[in-house]
């Protein structure tokens, strides 16, 4: 962790240094010509180029889509396939699919679409069951909240929000069955660590999230060295389209603060930005867990 601090440190310190110069190379330059022509005003692209991806605007378009067409998890691995059902006759009744490479190697959990109008989130999750590993085992839930998913609402049926419904009760009210069922097969798995797949949006007006492209990560002494090379790897927006923010408080009743109180399951949430382009938003996604992947040797 010392490590990978000092390495990041050395890179911003690398950027401050480089932007220093371009001041300093721009004022010594000649002073242009007058032109008549103004400076077109830089728009606030994002650093990748999203014209490659392909379209996605519906659910329907991920039925043929893999995540290698979003120009990650190209390698292909033999792998093992099977599904189980979790909150099994509830109306919530859910399924989560089993991928198992072929050689050994520890289990990872990923949860999409807790929140049903995140679609990059749910989108991912759902892109990442055709994936191939190469060791381990990857358990999917995606979408968590098949209401909010079906009806592009944040919410469940019963109007609450499932992320601050966990550890939940399997005898309460829909979000705290739902929340409760991931939780409990969560803990019966015993995953190394739990990836939370979210979406962050402009304004606060609406009980959403405020949060970007960022990663939340209760316990930082846990995960420290994985969370810093994510920030390090997203400066140049070689994961989401823009470098990661890092937030340490997950809120009360999420998943991510229920793990992080009661067990030693490391989880980080991930949060891809709605402004940004669905497909860019999902490569982002998946680009994010390939690189979880490859920390945890499963791919
Ligand atoms: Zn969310």
Same mark, same amino acid.
């Given at each position: 962790?010392?490590?990978?601090?000092?390495?990041?440190?050395?890179?911003?310190?690398?950027?401050?240094?480089?932007?220093?110069?371009?001041?300093?190379?721009?004022?010594?330059?000649?002073?242009?010509?007058?032109? #008549? /022509?103004?400076?077109?005003?830089?728009?606030? !692209?994002?650093?990748? &180029?999203?014209?490659?991806?392909?379209? @996605? +605007?519906?659910?329907?378009?991920?039925?043929?889509?893999?995540?290698?067409?979003?120009?990650?998890?190209?390698?292909?691995?033999?792998?093992?396939?099977?599904?189980?059902?979790?909150?099994?006759?509830?109306?919530?009744?859910?399924?989560?699919?089993?991928?198992?490479?072929?050689?050994?190697?520890?289990?990872?959990?990923?949860?999409?679409?807790?929140?049903?109008?995140?679609?990059?989130?749910?989108?991912?999750?759902?892109?990442?069951?055709?994936?191939?590993?190469?060791?381990?085992?990857?358990?999917?839930?995606?979408?968590?909240?098949?209401?909010?998913?079906?009806?592009?609402?944040?919410?469940?049926?019963?109007?609450?929000?499932?992320?601050?419904?966990?550890?939940?009760?399997?005898?309460?009210?829909? #979000? /705290?069955?739902?929340?409760?069922?991931?939780? !409990?097969?969560?803990? &019966?798995?015993?995953?190394?660590?739990? @990836? +939370?797949?979210?979406?962050?949006?402009?304004?606060?007006?609406?009980?959403?999230?405020?949060?970007?492209?960022?990663?939340?990560?209760?316990?930082?002494?846990?995960?420290?060295?994985?969370?810093?090379?994510?920030?390090?790897?997203?400066?140049?927006?070689?994961?989401?389209?823009?470098?990661?923010?890092?937030?340490?408080?997950?809120?009360?009743?999420?998943?991510?603060?229920?793990?992080?109180?009661?067990?030693?399951?490391?989880?980080?949430?991930?949060?891809?930005?709605?402004?940004?382009?669905?497909?860019?938003?999902?490569?982002?996604?998946?680009?994010?867990?390939?690189?979880?992947?490859?920390?945890?040797?499963?791919?």
């Amino acid at each position: 962790m010392k490590q990978t601090l000092k390495r990041l440190t050395a890179a911003l310190l690398a950027v401050v240094l480089l932007a220093g110069c371009g001041a300093g190379a721009s004022s010594a330059a000649p002073t242009p010509a007058p032109t #008549a /022509e103004p400076e077109p005003t830089p728009s606030p !692209t994002p650093y990748v &180029d999203v014209t490659g991806l392909p379209p @996605l +605007d519906s659910v329907e378009e991920l039925a043929d889509l893999l995540p290698a067409d979003f120009g990650v998890l190209e390698e292909e691995y033999p792998t093992e396939y099977s599904t189980y059902k979790i909150l099994e006759g509830d109306e919530w009744e859910n399924t989560v699919h089993v991928l198992k490479g072929a050689e050994e190697g520890p289990a990872l959990y990923i949860v999409g679409g807790v929140h049903g109008d995140e679609l990059a989130g749910w989108y991912a999750g759902t892109l990442l069951k055709k994936m191939t590993i190469r060791a381990g085992t990857v358990y999917i839930v995606a979408p968590a909240n098949l209401y909010g998913a079906e009806n592009n609402k944040r919410r469940t049926k019963e109007d609450r929000d499932l992320n601050r419904n966990f550890p939940g009760d399997p005898e309460g009210w829909d #979000a /705290e069955r739902i929340g409760n069922a991931i939780y !409990t097969d969560i803990l &019966d798995k015993e995953p190394a660590f739990v @990836l +939370d797949l979210h979406e962050g949006v402009y304004h606060d007006n609406d009980g959403h999230d405020n949060l970007g492209n960022s990663i939340i990560c209760g316990d930082i002494a846990a995960i420290g060295d994985l969370v810093f090379h994510l920030i390090g790897l997203s400066q140049d927006g070689s994961l989401t389209t823009q470098p990661l923010d890092i937030y340490s408080a997950p809120p009360k009743g999420s998943l991510n603060q229920a793990l992080t109180d009661n067990t030693d399951i490391p989880v980080i949430t991930v949060e891809t930005f709605r402004a940004e382009p669905l497909a860019a938003r999902v490569r982002g996604q998946l680009r994010l867990a390939e690189q979880v992947l490859l920390w945890y040797d499963i791919r």
